[in-house]
């Protein structure tokens, strides 16, 4: 496939995905295998607008792309593109941070 192909094919994915939440069955997979890994690549399966906006933020680096039919996505992606599994969790540190109780006491006060 060549690159003007492969170009076209992502912006069908893009139009026809994009906005979609999928239904009741709706899934996305991310493959992280050790001999991926090994190779340099990453493996993102969706069927929903999570396609549309891995076009959006890594086209670039998408070097393969599979249609499973029914509008099932898989993008094999280059590993530099991909910061690791471990920073899809928040950590604690962006959580809203609790007033103490002593501030309470000083607007009641105040008021």
Not at 12 to 35: F, M, N, Q, R
Not at 51 to 70: N, P, Q, Y
Request: include cysteine.
């Amino acid at each position: 496939m060549t690159e003007e192909q492969i170009n076209k094919k992502l912006e069908d994915i893009s139009l026809s995905h994009k906005g979609t939440s999928g239904g009741p069955d709706s899934e996305s997979y991310l493959h992280d295998a050790k001999v991926d890994r090994e190779e340099g690549f990453v493996w993102v399966s969706t069927d929903n607008n999570l396609a549309a906006k891995i076009i959006k933020r890594c086209k670039a680096d998408i070097v393969e792309i599979l249609d499973r039919g029914e509008g099932f996505i898989e993008f094999k992606i280059r590993r530099k593109a991909f910061r690791g599994i471990e920073y899809a969790f928040n950590t604690g540190s962006k959580r809203a941070k609790r007033n103490p109780t002593w501030l309470w006491d000083k607007k009641e006060k105040t008021s």
